[in-house]
């Protein structure tokens, strides 16, 4: 039954953030504009989840997921344009911002919009191939944490519609050039 009233919530937290992720039509990508926000929030694009824990009354017998805690997970994935590079836990490419300086997020406002930062609750966890040596976080300046590797901020692209497309890789927009990395950190070609 928790589990269920679980699922409810995160739909609706979803439903409601989608609703109010529109767009003015004044943000910018490198593709033109922007019909869809990102927004910085944990819960916006569905990029991260907020989750409850643990389900039981006080004693459990596994560890809670990723998706129960908020942790986002980054892995590898395949691409077909670059080969296997970092995605998030729905497959989507992560990109680093050459804007950024060391962990500091330079990306905000209508970046933001059109580069989603890859936010997490709670420690984020690796998945096949990325290396925990390499994940880490940072402290945006609204509070919330994003995700890092290789000491660099990570984000999303919204012109990425399904796992495996890499539209932000060698792009510059923002002031800066967005690459994917790959799984040692490094940018992935083109």
Same mark, same amino acid.
């Given at each position: 039954?928790?589990?269920?009233?679980?699922?409810?919530?995160?739909?609706?937290?979803?439903?409601?953030?989608?609703?109010?992720?529109?767009?003015?039509?004044?943000?910018?990508?490198?593709?033109?504009?922007?019909?869809?926000?990102?927004?910085?929030?944990?819960?916006?694009?569905?990029? &991260?989840?907020?989750?409850?824990?643990?389900?039981?009354?006080?004693?459990?017998?596994?560890?809670?997921?990723?998706?129960?805690?908020?942790? $986002?997970?980054?892995?590898?994935?395949?691409?077909?344009?670059?080969?296997?590079?970092?995605?998030?836990?729905?497959?989507?490419?992560?990109?680093?911002?050459?804007?950024?300086?060391?962990?500091? &997020? &330079?990306?905000?406002?209508?970046?933001?919009? $059109?580069?989603?930062?890859?936010?997490?609750?709670?420690?984020?966890?690796?998945?096949?191939?990325?290396?925990?040596?390499?994940?880490?976080?940072?402290?945006?300046?609204?509070?919330?944490?994003?995700?890092?590797?290789?000491?660099?901020?990570?984000?999303?692209?919204?012109?990425?519609?399904?796992?495996?497309? $890499?539209?932000?890789?060698?792009?510059?927009?923002?002031?800066?050039?967005?690459?994917?990395?790959?799984?040692?950190?490094?940018?992935?070609?083109?």
């Amino acid at each position: 039954m928790k589990r269920m009233t679980y699922a409810i919530t995160v739909l609706a937290v979803l439903a409601l953030a989608l609703a109010g992720c529109g767009s003015n039509g004044d943000s910018t990508s490198a593709g033109g504009t922007s019909e869809t926000g990102g927004g910085e929030t944990a819960s916006s694009g569905g990029y &991260s989840s907020k989750g409850g824990g643990a389900y039981g009354g006080g004693e459990t017998t596994a560890p809670a997921s990723p998706e129960e805690t908020g942790a $986002a997970v980054v892995s590898l994935g395949n691409s077909p344009q670059l080969g296997m590079i970092l995605v998030d836990s729905q497959g989507m490419t992560v990109y680093d911002f050459h804007k950024d300086k060391g962990t500091t &997020s &330079s990306c905000y406002g209508a970046c933001a919009e $059109a580069w989603p930062p890859l936010l997490t609750e709670g420690e984020p966890q690796v998945g096949n191939g990325a290396s925990a040596g390499q994940l880490g976080t940072t402290e945006r300046k609204d509070g919330t944490t994003q995700v890092t590797y290789a000491g660099h901020p990570l984000y999303l692209f919204v012109e990425d519609k399904k796992p495996g497309e $890499a539209n932000g890789n060698d792009v510059s927009a923002f002031g800066a050039q967005w690459y994917a990395l790959k799984g040692s950190g490094e940018e992935a070609g083109d």
